[in-house]
């Protein structure tokens, strides 16, 4: 079946140190999100990108959509103690009835 | 505008009994989807639901899960004969139309003994 794959699902980095991480799926996506979820805590959405080559800013976060639509990255710049958690990616295929993969998350840790 | 709400947040059922989660979108949303979610675990898509309708259950066992979304009052996810498989976290999650951002509840931790 269709998988959205995160790879690897834990990351440590420095406090300041920039992070990136992808995803990619098997099948053509209409659109991928993006989500972060705290220990103990809820998915919350962070991002939406539904064009070929999308790229969108939110303050030390980038997001990008591959011109393929079958992968997506994030990068963050300079880390914070802020940034830790598990971030999602999530796809919807075309005519797949809204329905969103998700992949299974990188969980990020930041040493201060 | 309250977000989704879901009771409850900490369930414990025994072996054999019955679980009902319950769910709240947001108001004005009509799509609420449902995930199952294990320790260091992605969500896994269970079932999507408009108004009384079910969209799709593709992810949703079938035999003892069943979901509904009636015309008045909450979305409720129903799990008989538990068993110790069950444990793990159910969120909830609801649109305002299909194909947007979803919103998530806090969930309901379902613990089987």
């Known amino acids: 079946g269709q998988q959205v794959m995160q790879i690897p699902q834990y990351q440590h980095v420095q406090e300041g140190e920039d992070f990136t991480t992808y995803c990619n799926s098997s099948?053509?996506?209409?659109?991928i999100q993006w989500y972060k979820q705290r220990p103990g805590g809820h998915p919350v959405f962070l991002i939406q990108?539904?064009?070929?080559?999308e790229v969108k800013k939110q303050k030390r976060l980038t997001f990008q959509f591959g011109e393929a639509k079958k992968n997506s990255s994030l990068h963050i710049t300079a880390t914070q103690t802020t940034d830790v958690g598990t971030y999602f990616c999530?796809?919807?295929?075309?005519?797949?009835?809204?329905?969103?993969?998700f992949g299974k998350g990188i969980t990020l840790s930041v040493r201060p | 505008n309250a977000g989704v709400m879901q009771n409850p947040r900490h369930l414990v059922r025994r072996r054999g009994q019955e679980a009902r989660l319950r769910c709240s979108p947001m108001?004005?949303?009509?799509?609420v989807y449902w995930y199952r979610q294990l320790p260091e675990e992605g969500l896994k898509f269970m079932v999507y639901?408009?108004?009384?309708?079910?969209?799709?259950e593709s992810g949703m066992p079938k035999e003892r899960f069943s979901a509904e979304f009636p015309k008045e009052g909450p979305s409720i996810l129903r799990i008989q004969q538990v068993v110790r498989g069950d444990s793990a976290a159910y969120f909830c999650?609801?649109?305002?139309?299909?194909?947007?951002?979803?919103?998530f509840g806090p969930g309901t931790r379902l613990t089987v003994t």
């Open positions: 999650a609801s649109s305002p139309v299909s194909g947007n951002e979803q919103y």
């Open positions: 099948t053509t996506l209409s659109n």
């Open positions: 990108l539904v064009k070929s080559g």
């Open positions: 999530a796809g919807e295929i075309a005519g797949a009835n809204s329905k969103l993969t």
């Open positions: 108001k004005g949303h009509s799509h």
């Open positions: 639901l408009q108004k009384e309708n079910i969209i799709d």
